[in-house]
């Protein structure tokens, strides 16, 4: 009888810990990138660089949702807002169900989003890293981007923080991501909150919703408009 009452005790206790909504903020660095800071672009880079402290990004996640997105910052002029953008490999605001992604992109005022399946291939190690107060676990992948460049992603997740979810899009792993590093960029968690009543997730537009082949339709359209002017 006492093994079944504290049977039920723990999955009372598991029930409401993930149907909590919870509230993770990350910071991000963008280190050196010797493709980079020998290019046109290195002055961008630099302004990027600088301002990339004055940045935070916010992860909403409960137990079979997670939405991501940078932060406002009012102090912060738009040039630099938007190098930051640029270089942070910031995909855009992010929301991730069960089985799906979708990713929020603008062109000239006018707002798409991508659907895709929230496939990864994590490959899992054991080594592990103390970051804070958090015991993390190592799992690489890597990710072709549209110019076939491969980037690698490492990813430092924490088991003791069971949501599958983390910066950028990037999850699926068996701990909560504490820090994120696509290439040269860097997201680190600076805090978390649990079970905040003020979350209220985004309610994902189904009418703007396009395949990552039209949106790409879409930037060619666009890139053709331009140089034909």
Known sequence: MK?????????LFLTTIYSQNNKAIYSVTIN???????SPYNSYYKIAQENSNQFTFQLNF???RSEFFIMDNL?????????VRAFSRYQGFTSITKD??????????ETYILEEKAAYNWSLTTETKKIGNYNCYKATTEKTIENKIIVPITAWYCPEIAYQFGPNGY???PGLIVELQIDNVIYGLK?????????KFKEIDFKKIISKEKYEEIIKEKMKFILDE
């Open 75 to 83: 102090e912060i002029e738009y040039h630099s807002y938007r190098m």
């Open 62 to 64: 409960s137990k079979d």
């Open 32 to 38: 050196n990138k010797d493709e980079i800071t020998k």
């Open 191 to 199: 805090s978390i909150t649990f079970d905040d009543s003020s979350i």
């Open 3 to 11: 093994k079944i009452y504290s049977l039920v005790i723990v999955l």
């Open 171 to 173: 999850g699926n792993l």
């Open 100 to 109: 799906k992604t979708f990713i929020e992109k603008e062109i000239d005022n």
